[in-house]
Nanobody, 123 residues
């Protein structure tokens, strides 16, 4: 059973930074990409960004471009989401996800999900 475990969420002031981590429990799972999504109260799950696992290419949602960065370490089976210049509207539960077939920008493109970690940005 593939498990994704996120960590690093918390409370931060606007303008600050946080780094989220996501570790995959099963090294042998086929993996095309790792993605990050977020969900604020009363809203749908929003694409934050993704990294193509083998090549390291990245793509981001428009609302976080230039502020968030995704990196990965293949040997450690870990992906990170570095979040800078945080805004109150970044407050949400952040999920990492694994895609076995592509690196799309919708939740339907991803097949395994973490439990989520809360990020709260205060003014």
């Amino acid at each position: 059973q593939v498990q994704l475990v996120e960590s690093g969420g918390g409370l931060v002031q606007a303008g600050g930074s946080l780094r989220l981590s996501c570790v995959t429990s099963e090294r042998s799972v086929r993996r095309d990409a790792m993605g990050w999504f977020r969900q604020a109260p009363g809203k749908g799950r929003e694409f934050v960004g993704a990294i193509y696992w083998s090549g390291g290419n990245t793509r981001y949602g428009d609302s976080v471009k230039g502020r968030f960065t995704i990196t990965r370490d293949i040997d450690k089976d870990t992906v990170w989401l570095q979040m800078n210049s945080l805004k109150r509207e970044d407050t949400a539960i952040y999920y990492c996800a694994l895609s076995t077939m592509n690196w799309g920008a919708t939740p339907y493109d991803y097949h395994y999900w973490g439990q989520g970690t809360q990020v709260t940005v205060t003014s």
